[in-house]
Nanobody, 124 residues
Framework: QVQLVESGGGLVQAGGSLRLSCTASGRTFSSYAMAWFRQAPGKEREFVAVISWSAGKTTYYADSVKVGFTISRDNAKNTGYLQMNSLKPEDTAVYYC????????????????WGQGTQVTVSS
């Protein structure tokens, strides 16, 4: 069992930066791939980025965030991160972290554990 808690969301002006954190309970965090998804009001949850288990040598990003967003992990701290730079109003959403062992998928069904979400609001 893995419990995930996100933090770091908030209100920022367009062009600004935020760093989201996802802290996991349990001793097996390093064996899980970790992903970030987001859901804007009235829209479906969408994939943002994923990082592979262990050393996190493999990452994938949604096309919309390839420039400006960076996913990383620190297994010693049981924490994953999403650095978001050059934020735009269209990045406004609730951001969720997720963990799973079914590969590096782009769909929410591939992840077993989810955090409660953190709100990111980007003003124009």
């Amino acid at each position: 069992q893995v419990q995930l808690v996100e933090s770091g969301g908030g209100l920022v002006q367009a062009g600004g930066s935020l760093r989201l954190s996802c802290t996991a309970s349990g001793r097996t965090f390093s064996s899980y791939a970790m992903a970030w998804f987001r859901q804007a009001p009235g829209k479906e949850r969408e994939f943002v980025a994923v990082i592979s288990w262990s050393a996190g040598k493999t990452t994938y990003y949604a096309d919309s965030v390839k420039v400006g967003f960076t996913i990383s992990r620190d297994n010693a701290k049981n924490t994953g991160y999403l650095q978001m730079n050059s934020l735009k109003p269209e990045d406004t959403a609730v951001y969720y972290c997720a963990a799973g062992r079914s590969g590096l998928g782009y769909t929410s069904g591939g992840y077993d554990y989810w955090g409660q979400g953190t709100q990111v609001t980007v003003s124009s």
